[in-house]
């Protein structure tokens, strides 16, 4: 009963949440920056009736929001951070809304917005059921650039959550229990001697050649690293003209691998790599440890009670348009790259998915003991309170993340239905924690044994703070032209 009456709270507010998360999709703003889309939702949630503070852990975006009182605590976690370049409009073809804009290639605006629906659903059964418990909803801004959560951890925020649930949009459906890779974050600064580079070259220093020998140096690196390992970097800065030897250049990189242990070492060599480069060009070499991300701590108990709670939703009945909207964006990358995707991830019966644009399967996990290559956030939460990340189908099967493609489909009513379902299934599994005190009890001993006696230590210096200015100085350069 309790569930069909959060579900229903979600049919009766259904407009009212497309609604935020269409302003949100056009509001595309960069991570620190979500001034508008926070905004929102701060604003929403106290016409919800919860306690909001708005601009928590050093950042201006950043919320917390709670209702009720006691034990259990469940935090529904939402995300709204847009990315750079891949501005589109809802149409199933590159169109872009902002030359050179932002835009969700990620679904956050649906992310951070399936959150919000699921705690005011939660907060609505508690209220008129006069249960005990206490539902937050957490707003984390910068997942995809600066890892806010990793700063709203260090403040303590999670430290009395029972559970933390979320949702990401993603193109199936799917609870899964594969890890993510732990990352670090780090710039390389060389200062150098500027001189005319034609007319007197001995006489400068050039930084740019440091940051090139040190990229020549971690390409030869990955042959002797584990396998699974990533390490992929940028030139931020790179000098002004070719006749004048560079005094200043940077590069930003990111080190990734399966475990935290195994990251660390790797870094050290790297920073071996940049200091060689400074003795080789005499220039002067400072690295700023950006930070860095865990990896993911899966919970088998938290993906069955999701699953479950799917199953119960049921998935999303497509109209005819929506059909032809998908198939019109897969006609925009082979079927070769599709089906080389499902070998990739190892999708069981994959065959059965090759013509198939929109899955309304909801599958059981597969992929316990896998490694996702990318990393997130959401890692840090999970050392320090059972988490769980589910995926509902938004973008086509087979089109890339952070492409124009999943910016189109967020925007449109494939993703009104993935915001629906997903805020249901995160309701429902949120009334199963807090009215079966056994399950709770099951999903924290579960996180015990996997935790194996490990303690989580924030990657990086204790005291950064949120890089602010940094991401004002980003947002402006990437906001497009209008």
Same mark, same amino acid.
């Given at each position: 009963?309790?569930?069909?009456?959060?579900w229903?709270w979600i049919d009766?507010?259904?407009e009212?949440?497309?609604?935020?998360?269409?302003?949100?999709?056009?509001?595309?703003?960069?991570?620190?920056?979500?001034?508008?889309?926070?905004?929102?939702?701060?604003?929403?949630?106290?016409?919800?009736?919860?306690?909001?503070?708005?601009?928590?852990?050093?950042?201006?975006?950043?919320?917390?929001a709670?209702?009720?009182?006691?034990?259990?605590?469940?935090v529904?976690?939402?995300?709204?951070d847009?990315?750079?370049?891949i501005?589109?409009?809802?149409?199933?073809?590159?169109?872009?809304?902002?030359?050179?804009?932002?835009?969700?290639?990620?679904?956050?605006?649906?992310?951070?917005?399936t959150?919000?629906?699921?705690?005011?659903?939660?907060?609505?059964v508690?209220?008129? #059921?006069?249960?005990?418990?206490t539902?937050?909803?957490?707003?984390?801004?910068?997942?995809?650039?600066?890892?806010?959560?990793?700063?709203m951890?260090?403040?303590?925020?999670?430290?009395?959550?029972?559970?933390?649930?979320?949702?990401?949009?993603?193109?199936?459906?799917?609870?899964?229990?594969?890890s993510?890779?732990?990352?670090?974050?780090?710039?390389?600064?060389?200062?150098?001697?500027?001189?005319?580079?034609?007319?007197?070259?001995?006489?400068?220093?050039?930084?740019?050649?440091?940051?090139?020998?040190?990229?020549?140096?971690?390409?030869?690196?990955?042959?002797?690293?584990?396998?699974?390992?990533?390490?992929h970097?940028?030139?931020?800065?790179?000098?002004?003209?070719?006749?004048?030897?560079?005094?200043?250049?940077?590069?930003?990189?990111?080190?990734?691998?399966?475990r935290?242990?195994?990251?660390d070492?790797?870094?050290?060599?790297?920073?071996?790599?940049?200091q060689?480069?400074?003795?080789?060009?005499?220039t002067?070499?400072?690295?700023?440890?950006?930070?860095?991300?865990?990896?993911?701590i %899966?919970?088998?108990?938290?993906?069955?009670?999701?699953?479950?709670n799917?199953?119960?939703?049921?998935?999303p009945?497509?109209?005819?348009?929506?059909?032809?909207?998908?198939?019109?964006?897969a006609?925009?990358?082979?079927?070769e790259?599709k089906?080389?995707?499902?070998?990739?991830?190892?999708? %069981?019966?994959?065959?059965?998915?090759?013509?198939?644009?929109?899955?309304?399967?909801?599958?059981?996990?597969?992929?316990?003991?896998?490694?996702?290559p990318?990393?997130?956030?959401?890692?840090?939460?999970?050392?320090?309170?059972?988490?769980?990340?589910?995926?509902?189908?938004?973008?086509v099967?087979?089109?890339?993340?952070?492409?124009?493609?999943?910016?189109?489909?967020?925007?449109?009513?494939?993703?009104?239905?993935?915001?629906?379902?997903?805020?249901?299934?995160?309701?429902?599994?949120?009334?199963?924690?807090?009215?079966?005190?056994?399950?709770?009890?099951?999903?924290?001993?579960?996180?015990?044994?996997?935790? #194996?006696?490990?303690?989580?230590? %924030?990657?990086?210096?204790?005291?950064?703070?949120p890089?602010? !200015?940094?991401?004002? !100085?980003?947002?402006?350069?990437?906001?497009?032209?209008?």
């Amino acid at each position: 009963m309790s569930k069909e009456k959060a579900w229903n709270w979600i049919d009766e507010h259904r407009e009212e949440l497309i609604q935020v998360s269409d302003k949100i999709w056009g509001y595309a703003e960069l991570g620190l920056c979500e001034d508008k889309s926070s905004k929102l939702h701060a604003e929403k949630l106290r016409q919800y009736g919860f306690r909001v503070k708005h601009g928590v852990a050093g950042m201006p975006t950043a919320i917390t929001a709670e209702w009720g009182r006691g034990k259990p605590v469940i935090v529904c976690q939402g995300e709204y951070d847009a990315l750079p370049g891949i501005s589109n409009k809802a149409v199933p073809r590159k169109e872009p809304l902002v030359e050179g804009g932002m835009g969700h290639g990620c679904g956050h605006n649906i992310h951070g917005t399936t959150a919000l629906a699921a705690a005011a659903a939660v907060k609505h059964v508690l209220e008129t #059921e006069k249960l005990k418990g206490t539902i937050r909803f957490y707003g984390t801004p910068a997942e995809e650039n600066f890892g806010g959560k990793v700063y709203m951890v260090r403040e303590g925020l999670y430290d009395d959550a029972d559970v933390c649930l979320s949702h990401h949009p993603s193109s199936m459906n799917v609870a899964g229990l594969d890890s993510s890779n732990a990352t670090n974050g780090v710039k390389f600064h060389y200062y150098g001697k500027t001189a005319h580079a034609a007319g007197n070259p001995e006489m400068g220093r050039s930084a740019l050649d440091a940051i090139e020998l040190m990229n020549v140096g971690v390409n030869f690196l990955r042959e002797h690293v584990i396998q699974e390992a990533r390490i992929h970097y940028v030139i931020e800065n790179g000098g002004g003209q070719p006749n004048v030897v560079p005094d200043y250049a940077s590069s930003w990189y990111y080190i990734r691998a399966p475990r935290r242990d195994q990251v660390d070492p790797i870094f050290e060599r790297v920073k071996k790599i940049a200091q060689g480069a400074a003795l080789m060009t005499e220039t002067e070499l400072k690295i700023d440890h950006t930070g860095g991300l865990f990896n993911l701590i %899966p919970s088998r108990a938290l993906s069955e009670v999701v699953t479950a709670n799917m199953r119960a939703v049921g998935a999303p009945i497509y109209t005819e348009e929506e059909l032809g909207f998908a198939a019109k964006i897969a006609e925009s990358f082979t079927r070769e790259s599709k089906v080389d995707g499902l070998r990739k991830y190892k999708v %069981p019966n994959y065959e059965r998915f090759i013509d198939v644009d929109l899955p309304k399967d909801i599958l059981d996990p597969w992929d316990e003991g896998e490694t996702s290559p990318g990393s997130t956030d959401v890692a840090d939460v999970s050392w320090v309170t059972p988490a769980m990340e589910f995926g509902t189908a938004c973008n086509v099967l087979g089109a890339p993340g952070h492409s124009w493609q999943f910016v189109a489909c967020s925007g449109m009513s494939i993703g009104h239905k993935s915001l629906v379902f997903a805020s249901k299934t995160m309701a429902g599994s949120v009334l199963d924690l807090m009215m079966d005190p056994g399950l709770l009890v099951k999903v924290k001993e579960e996180h015990k044994r996997r935790l #194996e006696g490990q303690v989580y230590k %924030p990657v990086g210096d204790p005291d950064r703070k949120p890089p602010l !200015e940094q991401a004002r !100085e980003m947002a402006e350069k990437l906001k497009g032209k209008q």
